[in-house]
């Protein structure tokens, strides 16, 4: 069963938040917000802490101080309850698939089925798996393939499949166009977009490519100096009076992403 959400409380609710490993402090009393239904594009320089923050979020990692909330719930229990109840409601996409190799690409997206849904007939399991991959935008033989039988960006969607096998309202990605070349990159950005207007999805997204943030991205959060130094509509993050951002956001790349979102709307 689904948490209840109400629109009015974010979906992901972060304060305070402290990671450090040894003497190395990445956040320091670091806030975040993410609202229902929007995509939150998370930026910042190499290092700054996003991959480590999505963790924080998962579970996956204790910080040392902080509150995290996950649809409501308390994401730094340990009630195995609780952090059941989190995972099922999560996909996450991680940078390289994290695929298992030795299993096809249905195998793969019954895993969490398997899970979770372990009384469901292998049948029902089996269509449940083509669902997802078709909805992932793979061919419907891509399910019996291995990964090593797939592309870089196949494997991408057979990651995004597997991420969305429980019907997720909340999805972490990890770098997804990484990797990419800009033509299959824009078409994972439209892939994710569809996605999260037809599923009603809140989309956690971290990336460095200025394409994807001008391309669906209803917020930005920008990390720098420890924590979120701004978290807003692109317009008001470029505004932002920041070294990293006048940079990122002022230099030729942001440039040319900016001009291809104006001709494309
Ligand atoms: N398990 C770990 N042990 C020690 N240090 C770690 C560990 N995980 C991350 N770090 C450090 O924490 C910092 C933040 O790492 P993180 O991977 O979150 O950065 P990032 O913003 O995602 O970087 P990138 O954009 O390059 O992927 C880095 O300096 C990294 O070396």
Redesign the pocket.
């Known amino acids: 069963m689904r948490p209840d959400v109400d629109e009015a409380t974010p979906i992901v609710r972060v304060r305070g938040l402290v990671?450090r490993?040894?003497e190395?402090v990445?956040h320091d009393d670091l806030d975040l917000d993410v609202r229902p239904g929007e995509i939150l594009g998370i930026v910042?320089?190499?290092?700054?802490?996003?991959?480590?923050?999505?963790?924080a979020i998962l579970g996956l990692?204790k910080p040392e101080a902080g509150e995290i909330e996950v649809l409501g719930m308390d994401a730094l229990s340990d009630d195995p309850l609780q952090r059941r109840a989190i995972e099922r409601n999560t996909g996450v996409l991680f940078?390289d698939g994290a695929l298992f190799s030795s299993l096809t690409v249905g195998e793969n997206v019954q895993v969490p089925l398997k899970e979770y849904h372990g009384d469901l007939p292998d049948s029902l399991r089996y269509e449940l798996a083509l669902l997802k991959v078709k909805l992932a935008g793979l061919p419907a033989d891509a399910l019996n393939k291995l990964p090593s039988q797939l592309s870089g960006g196949m494997r991408k969607r057979a990651g995004l499949a597997r991420a969305l096998a429980l019907d997720p309202p909340l999805l972490f990605l990890?770098?997804p166009t990484a990797g990419l070349d800009p033509i299959g990159a824009a078409a994972f950005d439209r892939l994710i977009r569809t996605l999260q207007e037809a599923l009603g999805l809140t989309v956690f997204l971290?990336t460095?490519d200025l394409d994807t943030l001008y391309a669906i991205c209803d917020r930005v959060a920008v990390?720098a100096d420890r924590k979120v130094i701004v978290c807003a509509p692109l317009a008001e993050v470029e505004r932002f009076d920041h070294p990293w951002v006048q940079d990122y956001f002022h230099g030729p790349r942001a440039r040319a992403a900016r001009n291809t979102r104006e001709s494309a709307s």
């Open positions: 990671n490993f040894g190395q990445v910042g320089g190499s290092g700054t802490g996003k991959s480590v923050l999505m963790r990692r940078q990890d770098e971290i460095h990390l």
